[in-house]
């Protein structure tokens, strides 16, 4: 069993729990909620249309970032259900470094977005 292709499917599968647990607190409407949501600027908690836009742009990010969490984890579980021992090799695990910052700034764009409106 290839420890590479466990820790990718570990790594993207907390991924994908962040993002659904970020999907639901959208759905919820509870995005600007103390306590309950995240943190931003108090002109977006005070705005019920800034407060309803936040949660529609968290919504959509975390339900982009839990699909493209998919792939790396689709990728792993090929490679560990395959018959025998196979190793990843370095590129594909830098390749799959890259891919995950850039799935964690999708997820984390809308956040930067509300300290603009």
Known sequence: MSVAAVFLLVAF???LVVSVLMGLTAHRGQVC???DGYDVPDRVRQDPELRA??????????VLAGL?????????GWLLLRPGDHE??????AACAAY???VAVVG????ERMKRW
């Open 88 to 93: 990843v090799s370095t590129g594909v695990l």
């Open 13 to 15: 599968g907390a991924m």
């Open 33 to 35: 909620t103390p306590g």
């Open 108 to 111: 984390r764009l809308p956040f």
């Open 100 to 102: 995950g910052l850039f």
């Open 53 to 62: 836009r936040a949660n529609e742009e968290v919504g959509r990010a975390a």
């Open 68 to 76: 493209l969490s998919l792939a790396p984890m689709v990728f792993a």
